[in-house]
């Protein structure tokens, strides 16, 4: 069946979201990967990243179709981690697209498994007054999707231990603004502990300023519904 234009546009986004998270700094290589729902039907699935392949080398027609039931089409295999992506596509309604990256300083705190906490307001664009960092796992495993949907909980991003960072949101955009905030917060913070112990801003603080951007308790569902349109085109219906 041919390939509809805004079809390709959005494997097109995929892929061009994984080269812009390697030209801010925040991953390298082909480590991280990123999904986004086909359409706001989630019977339609998700784009993922192809396993291996340099982005700058991956053709829309690379990209892989997953379906909720785990089952793939396409041509090539779809990205080492389509567990969690898989997972947190089938427990987080709200989430319409997810970024995982592998950036400096965000792993770097995910070596100590240390949380990043509210030392600054601006971590309430994550949807809460904490980073959470999750038990570690072995990449691909279901394991590692377990403890990542864990850490995900009211969330809308959370480091790996050991690994790295995902970040979800209503679309690729989004998703990809959240990582560069959340890699940012994980340098400011290590910066901070360079020279003494940060202030830890209160709770309620936190929860103020969430109501402010609208992320707290993250799970708006209109707000999902109008990124996946901006974003996706309805995919699935065009």
Known sequence: MPMSAAERALRQEVIDTCIKMNALGINQGTSGNASVRVSDNPEDGFFITPSSIPYEEIAPEDVVTMKLDGTHSDNRR????????????R??????????????FATTLACLRMEIPAFHYMIAQAGGSTIRC?????????????????ALEGRKACLL???GMIAIGPNLKKALAL????????????RTLQVGKPVILPDDEI??????????GYGAVDAQKDGQKDAQKKVGTA
């Open 78 to 89: 779809p990205s080492s981690e389509w567990r969690f992506h898989l997972d947190i596509m």
């Open 91 to 104: 427990a987080r309604p709200d989430c319409g697209a997810i970024v995982h990256t592998h950036g400096m």
């Open 134 to 150: 999750s038990d570690y796992a072995t990449f691909g495993t279901q394991e590692l999707s377990d403890t990542a949907l864990e």
């Open 161 to 163: 231990a050991n690994h």
């Open 179 to 190: 990582a560069v905030e959340v890699e940012t917060l994980a340098a400011m913070y290590w």
């Open 207 to 216: 929860a103020r300023v969430g109501e402010k951007f609208g992320t707290m």
